[in-house]
């Protein structure tokens, strides 16, 4: 496996990204996907949209994730997941763009296995993935919260970990949440990067686009 040098001996061989707010940024669409996601709860709660608003805002301001605040409210992550993949519309918030699958696919070209990592589930991740031209052949495997506990949980970097094969000194992540998902990935030992985040203790690099990645790997 080909690798690229980071600057202290070690040797990037392994990309680990997270999709919303890193591949792409929207406030829009976040603020759809908000409200959609309230709509879900509502509805699987038997409860109107401002207290599903409310009961939202109070567990995630806890437990800081949607996946996991959707868990504790008594929903399953899955179910939530799949009713909200059929709500929400990423394609009129998400701007199609070719840059990402480019640069995912450059990456790829020089040998490095790109992995994706979302607290999602999968057919939203896909559908989403859909908006920005992200095919299969842009990554090499995807976490989403179908297949391990979600981020902060170190279980889905574990998991690319072992289909990348590599040492996690050896792996680059990158995200916009510095608590949630930076700080995990540093605690295993994985080089981190922050994008779209602005400052975070537990990140090797500050990025402020996507495509700064390819110089900095
Ligand atoms: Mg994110």
């Known amino acids: ?42 509805e699987l709660l038997g409860i109107g949209k401002h207290e599903a608003f409310r009961k939202l805002a109070e567990t995630k ?31 009129e918030y998400i701007r199609r763009s070719d840059e990402v699958p480019q640069i995912l696919r450059a990456l790829r070209g020089r040998g490095i296995f790109v992995g994706l990592h979302t607290n999602s589930g999968r057919k939203l991740a ?11 052949d842009c990554y090499d495997f995807i ?13 889905g970097y574990r998991l690319l970990l072992a ?6 000194s050896e792996a680059l992540y990158v995200g916009d949440r510095c608590d949630v998902e930076v700080a ?7 080089k981190t990067a922050i994008i779209h985040g602005g400052g975070c203790e537990f990140a090797d690099i500050i990025l ?10």
């Open 163 to 168: 289909k990348a094969g590599v040492r996690a």
């Open 61 to 91: 301001k806890i437990y800081k994730t949607v996946s996991k605040s959707v868990e504790v409210l008594g929903i399953s992550r899955k179910v939530f997941y799949d009713k909200l993949a059929d709500k929400v519309k990423p394609s």
């Open 1 to 42: 496996m080909v690798g690229l040098p980071t600057g202290d001996g070690e040797v990037i061989k392994a990309v680990f990204l997270d999709v919303d707010g890193t591949l792409y940024r929207s406030r829009e669409y976040e603020e759809h996907l908000l409200s959609q996601a309230v709509s879900v709860i509502a």
């Open 208 to 217: 402020t686009d996507i495509r700064e990645l390819l110089s900095f790997v």
């Open 143 to 155: 976490v989403t919260s179908d297949e391990a506990e979600p981020k902060p949980s170190d279980e």
């Open 184 to 190: 995990p990935a540093k605690k295993l030992g994985l």
């Open 126 to 136: 896909k559908k989403v993935l859909d908006c920005l031209m992200v095919s299969d």
